[in-house]
């Protein structure tokens, strides 16, 4: 699923409106900072779920995120848009913490020994969440199928995976995050998509694969 992109007039008119909460948040107003983590907290959460899998290190996306951004504000003075601007922070924040979660899930995976099987099964972590693009799936079964196989993406291809096939952005915006050119980016994200395409292959016809995982065949 592709996010709705709001209207050249509707886009212009919250930046302009980001723009003074901006302004008044260095002049020393935190109620106007509040503003603009009502106005963006949603789209951050959304992004956070989808890279990192679960709605613990989501939260936690979304407040190193914004409290980022209110530390760093005064070097946004310059910037157009601060809504994309605290997207890139919580993307790459995000990926620090998939990498700090894989660290944390490797110690603990020796003396877990998995009791039940599913302590650190990334899809019960799903179920228990709000729902998410995933559902779009027809069974219960491919969408398990659907989280262990994003799970199995290095951290760089699920980030322009969610990015441009579930979030709707640029291969530009992409590149910044992931650090790399543009042709790097659209690079990692044809080998996501095509990774996903292979791992869902034998549970469904290619249709209704390309659906799944929100491309087009």
């Keep these: 699923?592709?996010?709705?992109?709001?209207?050249?007039?509707?886009?212009?008119?919250?930046?302009?409106?980001?723009?003074?909460?901006?302004?008044?948040?260095?002049?020393?107003?935190?109620?106007?900072?509040?503003?603009?983590?009502?106005?963006?907290?949603?789209?951050?959460?959304?992004?956070?779920?989808?890279?990192?899998?679960?709605?613990?290190?989501?939260?936690?996306?979304v407040q190193e995120a914004f409290l980022r951004a209110y530390q760093k504000l005064g070097q946004f003075a310059a910037r157009a848009n601060f809504g994309t601007w605290v997207y890139r922070i919580a993307a790459n924040y995000a990926i620090d913490r998939m990498r700090q979660r894989k660290k944390e899930d490797t110690r603990k995976l020796e003396p877990a020994v998995h009791e039940e099987g599913t302590e650190n099964d990334p899809v019960t972590l799903v179920h228990d969440a709000a729902p998410t693009p995933e559902r779009l799936a027809h069974n219960i079964e491919l969408r398990e199928h659907m989280e262990m196989a994003l799970a199995a993406l290095s951290h760089s291809e699920r980030t322009a995976f969610v990015m441009r096939h579930w979030e709707g952005c640029a291969i530009e915006e992409i590149a910044q995050v992931l650090k790399s050119s543009s042709g790097a980016a659209k690079n990692t994200v044809f080998r996501a998509v095509q990774k996903l395409r292979l791992a869902l292959q034998p549970f469904v016809g290619r249709g209704t694969q390309a659906r799944a995982i929100g491309t087009e065949s």
């Design 1 to 61: 699923m592709i996010r709705m992109q709001p209207s050249d007039e509707n886009t212009r008119a919250i930046a302009e409106s980001d723009a003074v909460a901006v302004e008044r948040t260095l002049a020393g107003d935190r109620d106007a900072f509040r503003v603009l983590v009502e106005r963006h907290s949603h789209n951050v959460f959304r992004l956070a779920y989808r890279m990192t899998g679960n709605r613990q290190d989501a939260e936690e996306v």
